[in-house]
């Protein structure tokens, strides 16, 4: 009696993995369960792949609006700052300036 690679070798019984096409959607049978054939690598089908770049792009575009916003907000805080710093300069002038009257 022949072992079952011996049988599949010498009387040409390896029909291969099984494979099926359901809704459009290629699957083949590997390790017990269904897969995707159309899968590329690190196991992501095409289409979850084109679904992952559109959602990476959008939050690119979002990432650079937030990053122009914040920059406005730098420049605005600068000013902002800037203003505080000189009004708190003539008050202090203006401070000296009593007391010498006085």
């Not at 072992?3 to 599949?8: N, Q």
């Not at 730098?74 to 007391?99: F, G, Q, V």
Request: net charge neutral; charged share 35%; proline share 1%.
């Amino acid at each position: 009696m022949l072992d079952r690679s011996t049988r599949e070798l010498e009387l040409g019984l390896d029909y291969g993995t099984p494979t099926m096409n359901l809704a459009g959607q290629s699957l083949k049978f590997e390790n017990g369960q269904w897969v995707a054939d159309s899968v590329i690598s690190g196991g992501v089908d095409r289409r979850e792949t084109q679904r992952l770049r559109k959602r990476n792009q959008q939050l690119e575009e979002e990432n650079n609006l937030l990053r122009l916003k914040v920059d406005i907000l730098l420049d605005m805080l600068s000013e902002t700052t800037a203003e505080s710093h000189l009004k708190d300069k003539e008050l202090d002038e203006l401070k000296i300036t009593n007391r010498r009257r006085k």
